[in-house]
C-alpha cells in the first residue's frame, strides 16, 4: 500500500470516526439530500449451513441486529425496489432510506436472518440464484471455499498443480500463494484468469477425491423454494441474480439474456409475484456491460445492482445502483458515514475518500 493510500484511509477513518461519535452525522443526514443506500451482504453466520464461508460473505446476527436497529432510528428501512421507487420523489420522504440487500440465496437468509427481520420489523431484498435452487448445483467457488477449509492453500495448489493442464494458471496461483494473500488471491487467478473448462473440471476432481458431495452441500448452503416461499409471504423482496452466477461480460447479449431471463422466468414460475430487481453476478464494472444494463432494461425490471460502493438519488444510474458491503469486518462508523451522505459531502467539496 502506497504511503498516499495509507494518508487516505487514515483520513477517511478519523472522518466517519468524528461524525459518528459526536452525532454529527445526524445533522449531515439531514442537510445532505435524500438518498438510498443499499447494503450489501451474503449470510448471517449459521454454522450448520456456512460454517466453511470466507470471513468476507458472513456476518454475525448480533452484530447486523445492532446495525439494523441504529439505521432503523434515523432512517427507514426498505426494499431495494421500493427504496428506487421512493427516492424518484425524494421531497415526499421525511427520512433517506437503507435498503439490507443479500445475494445468492443462502438458508440463513431463511432460517436467521428472516427471524431477525420480524422481530425488528424490518425488510430485506434476497438475489436468488437459480441453479442451486433448482437444480442443486453450486459454483467452482463453493467447491473451491469447502475444499481449502479441509485442505489448506499450499495441499489444494500442490494438487491443483498435479491435475490441470492450465500451466499458466497452476504458476500464478503457486505465486499467489507464496505471496501470503492466498483465499483472496486464489479466487481471483481462478476467476478471471484461468481457463474456465480446465478450472471447472480441476476444482470439481479435486472436490470430489476430498468426497465433496454437491447436492448435499447445496442443500446444506442454500434455501429450498419452500424456503423462498416463506421469505416472499413475509414480506422480503426475492430478485434475479442469474442462473449460474456467470461473469456476464464474458458472455454475448443472447447469453447474457438467457442467464438473466432464464433466472427471471423460473422466480416468476416458483414465485407468486414477479422479480422487481436484478443484481449483476460478482457486479463490479469488470463483471457486467452495456449489453447486461440494456438487458435488464428490455426485461422491465425496475432497477439493477451492481457491487461498487457508494450511495444513489433520484439521478442515479438505474441499471448500475450502487451498494455497500457488509461483513463482520465492516465498520459501522464508516457504514452510516456513508448512509448519512457524509462521503458524498466530501465529493461535493472535490474530497474523494469513498471506496
Ligand atoms: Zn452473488
Not at 454475448?252 to 414460475?269: K, Y
Not at 460478482?282 to 425490471?301: L, Q, V
Amino acid at each position: 500500500m502506497t504511503a498516499k493510500h495509507k494518508l487516505k484511509l487514515a483520513l477517511r477513518e478519523a472522518y466517519a470516526r468524528t461524525l459518528f461519535h459526536t452525532g454529527l452525522h445526524r445533522v449531515v443526514n439531514r442537510l445532505m439530500p435524500r438518498r438510498l443506500t443499499i447494503l450489501m451482504g451474503h449470510c448471517v453466520d449459521a454454522p450448520a449451513h456456512n460454517a466453511h464461508f470466507p470471513r468476507d460473505m458472513k456476518i454475525g446476527a448480533a452484530k447486523l441486529e445492532a446495525w439494523l436497529r441504529t439505521f432503523q432510528r434515523d432512517y427507514e428501512l426498505v426494499t431495494v425496489a421500493d427504496g428506487w421507487k421512493r427516492i424518484q420523489e425524494p421531497r415526499a420522504l421525511s427520512k433517506s432510506l437503507v435498503a439490507l440487500s443479500m445475494d445468492d440465496g443462502y438458508a440463513d437468509n431463511r432460517t436467521e436472518l428472516l427471524p431477525l427481520l420480524q422481530k425488528l420489523g424490518a425488510t430485506a431484498t434476497i438475489y436468488l440464484e437459480e441453479r442451486p435452487l433448482e437444480e442443486r448445483r453450486i459454483t467452482w467457488t463453493h467447491k473451491l471455499f469447502w475444499t481449502l477449509d479441509r485442505s489448506g492453500p499450499d495441499e489444494y495448489i500442490r494438487r491443483y498443480g498435479e491435475l490441470s493442464s492450465d500451466r499458466a494458471t497452476c504458476e500464478k496461483l503457486a505465486a499467489a500463494v507464496r505471496e501470503g494473500r492466498q483465499i483472496y488471491q486464489l479466487k481471483r487467478v481462478l476467476k478471471y484468469e484461468a481457463d474456465p473448462a480446465d478450472r471447472d473440471r480441476t476444482v470439481d476432481a479435486i472436490f470430489r477425491e476430498r468426497s465433496g458431495d454437491e447436492a448435499r452441500l447445496a442443500q446444506q448452503m442454500y434455501m429450498s423454494w419452500e424456503q423462498a416461499r416463506e421469505l416472499e409471504q413475509a414480506g422480503v423482496e426475492l430478485g434475479v441474480h442469474t442462473i449460474s452466477h456467470a461473469i456476464l461480460s464474458r458472455l454475448d447479449a443472447d447469453a447474457q439474456r438467457a442467464e438473466i431471463q432464464g433466472c427471471q422466468r423460473r422466480l416468476a414460475e416458483r414465485l407468486r409475484a414477479p422479480a422487481r430487481t436484478l443484481a449483476y453476478p460478482w457486479g463490479r464494472r469488470w463483471d457486467y456491460n452495456a449489453d447486461s444494463c440494456a438487458i435488464a432494461a428490455e426485461s422491465r425490471f425496475e432497477c439493477a445492482v451492481s457491487s461498487h460502493a457508494g450511495t444513489n438519488d433520484a439521478r442515479a444510474k438505474r441499471w448500475e445502483l450502487k451498494r455497500i458491503a457488509i461483513d463482520d469486518d465492516a465498520r459501522l462508523h464508516l457504514l452510516v458515514t456513508e448512509a448519512c451522505g457524509g462521503f458524498d459531502l466530501l465529493r461535493k467539496l472535490g474530497v474523494d475518500w469513498s471506496e
